[in-house]
């Protein structure tokens, strides 16, 4: 058998389905998806494909059976005669009019003589660009927010998708259309694209050995401020695994600069064998969405593209194209890693600097909000963001340390994001602070108090039921060390997402009867009504709006609640004098 022909599996048409499945196990290199069934004489009799393998496996009890039974007997075969440029536009003709595989191009096309025995097995994909019109299927590893949302998205516009994570758990709920995550329209677009089958879900590495196209979405975590790349370099060997000569790579992970030259390319070009950005390409693609808008926002933001190589860049752009609006090529791949490493620390240290005023305020026990706005009223130039108790989210809270990660330590540059950090994990605790001011005005201790935090997810517009890096999770840890008893409550988190937090949960009604302080977090307009106020009215109740969604004019009309807010709290006998 020639060398080109090597990498297939050619069998028998009198072989067995089980012998044949066993071959296909046994290969060290990646089954390319396809069978070629050739007589006694060598001539070509027919194909078997991965999915003529599954179905038969879901039709028999009994897979010792003739491959024949089971195997395309006219395959789309060419004479060694036809140009090979006239092979593409050949093959598109000639699925079209079978309508055998949903106007989707084969890939491998075996060349035969003029006895119809094989001289060559061409794969289409090297001769056709990544177009829609092309055969290829998606690989998204990891299936969090992120790679779901992606995942669907691509799915959706009638692009072969495989999902794969690890977590068969996930897996699982994923198939049996249950959504943990709120995001507009994602369940109703999921259960469409699991209905089409244009999204397949597994954990199972071998599943996608016929990808094309892989795009990685696992976490980055920080331990201990440190960037953990281990979910990265796991998903990098089981790609490396995989890959085939042409196959497309791109890192949608945030990860500190230079990850992807320094370690992706290397870990893929050891696993695979390749060579980088000239038999396989890979590109870092950031992920910019914001929860709650990120079916809208995959198309509708530019999407970044930096490439080991210019081919790297081309094929990569060339394929958000089909997803993005606008598609804006960068330098190099360092450039695009940095992108969303400054669009997201600059983005936490905006709102660094408001929570640290915040923190002024409370010094002259003045409203941080109202004179933040004051400020930014009919001021043409940069407008200041408003104050927060806290900032969260699985990005901001750590994003500033994989950008001051790429700074060396004998250097200060980027010292200004972790300090960002810093402080808007100061706000977050801010509202502690006031609880003890509380107690003590009332000579009684946090212990003795029973507290409500409203809004447990990080964030509250858009609304989102995350709860990675919640301030909210925080501050309820910071009151229960302090003894209070701590009771939690959001409008759109569902109780047993909660059940795992060692909090009370009951009725909103009875929360608000039993709690002496309650602490507004977020700012989802649906925790708040003029009801709540109602209630807290009933006895003596501080109540912290994180926010200021409440007038406090208004709220001073109820004679029971002490109203409080970032660098304000009402009751205070005196600003200090210096």
């Not at 109202?370 to 901001?396: F, H, K, M, Q, T």
Request: aromatic content about 8%.
């Amino acid at each position: 058998m020639s060398e080109k022909l090597s990498r297939f599996l050619i069998c028998y048409e009198q072989d067995f389905l089980d012998d044949v499945i066993k071959r296909i196990n046994g290969q060290k290199d990646k089954f390319p998806g396809v069978i070629f069934v050739q007589n006694n004489k060598g001539q070509l009799r027919g194909v078997l494909t991965d999915s003529d393998i599954i179905k038969a496996i879901s039709q028999c009890t009994d897979t010792h059976i003739p491959v024949s039974d089971h195997m395309n007997r006219n395959p789309i075969a060419y004479k060694e005669s036809l140009p090979r440029s006239e092979l593409l536009q050949e093959v598109r003709l000639e699925v079209n009019k079978r309508k055998s595989t949903s106007g989707k191009l084969v890939r491998y096309v075996p060349i035969i003589d003029e006895k119809q025995r094989i001289l060559d097995i061409i794969d289409i994909y090297s001769l056709a660009e990544f177009n829609l019109d092309t055969n290829y299927t998606v690989c998204i590893a990891g299936l969090g927010f992120v790679g779901l949302t992606l995942a669907v998205k691509i799915a959706s516009l009638g692009i072969s998708v495989i999902g794969y994570d690890t977590n068969q758990e996930l897996i699982d709920s994923l198939a049996e259309r249950e959504v943990t995550v709120y995001e507009p329209r994602l369940k109703d677009m999921l259960d469409k694209v699991l209905d089409e089958k244009s999204l397949f879900l597994t954990h199972n590495s071998k599943d996608i050995s016929l990808c094309n196209i892989y795009i990685i979405s696992v976490g980055t975590p920080t331990k201990n401020d440190i960037p953990d790349l281990n979910y990265i370099k796991a998903a990098l060997n089981v790609i490396g695994d995989n890959l085939s000569t042409n196959d497309l790579v791109m890192l949608r992970s945030t990860v500190p600069v230079g990850t992807t030259r320094n370690i992706a390319s290397k870990v893929l070009t050891k696993k695979s064998g390749l060579r980088c950005g000239d038999e396989y390409y890979l590109a870092f693609t950031p992920e910019r969405t914001v929860e709650g808008r990120a079916m809208d926002e995959l198309s509708q933001l530019p999407q970044i593209v930096g490439g080991i190589s210019k081919r790297c860049v081309e094929k990569s752009s060339q394929f958000w194209s089909n997803i993005s609006n606008s598609v804006v090529p960068v330098s190099s791949v360092e450039a695009a890693e940095f992108v969303k490493l400054l669009n997201n620390s600059y983005r936490d240290l905006r709102f660094a600097f408001s929570n640290s005023f915040s923190l002024l305020a409370d010094n002259y026990n003045l409203v941080a909000r109202e004179v933040i706005e004051a400020a930014n009223d009919g001021y043409p130039r940069d407008p200041i963001a408003l104050p927060s108790p806290g900032v969260g989210g699985y990005c901001l809270s750590k994003d500033p340390y994989l950008y001051a990660s790429t700074c060396p330590k004998e250097h200060t540059h980027s010292e200004l994001a972790s300090l960002g950090r810093t402080i808007n994990k100061l706000s977050g605790l801010y509202p502690l602070s006031l609880a003890n001011e509380y107690a003590e005005r009332n000579n009684r201790s946090l212990e003795t108090y029973s507290i409500l935090i409203i809004g447990i997810a990080f964030k509250g517009e858009p609304q989102t039921m995350d709860l990675r890096g919640s301030s909210s999770i925080d501050l309820a840890y910071g009151l229960k060390k302090r003894g209070a008893k701590v009771y939690i409550y959001d409008h759109l988190v569902p109780s047993n997402k909660l059940d795992h937090l060692p909090f009370e949960q009951t009725s909103f009604d009875d929360s608000c009867n039993k709690c002496e302080i309650v602490m507004i977090m977020n700012n989802n307009p649906n925790n708040i009504s003029d009801e709540l106020l109602h209630l807290l009215n009933k006895k003596p109740t501080l109540l912290f709006d994180g926010w200021s969604q409440y007038d406090s004019i208004q709220v001073s009309k109820y004679k029971n609640i002490c109203y409080s807010t970032m660098g304000f709290m009402h009751g205070r006998e005196q600003l200090p004098t210096n």
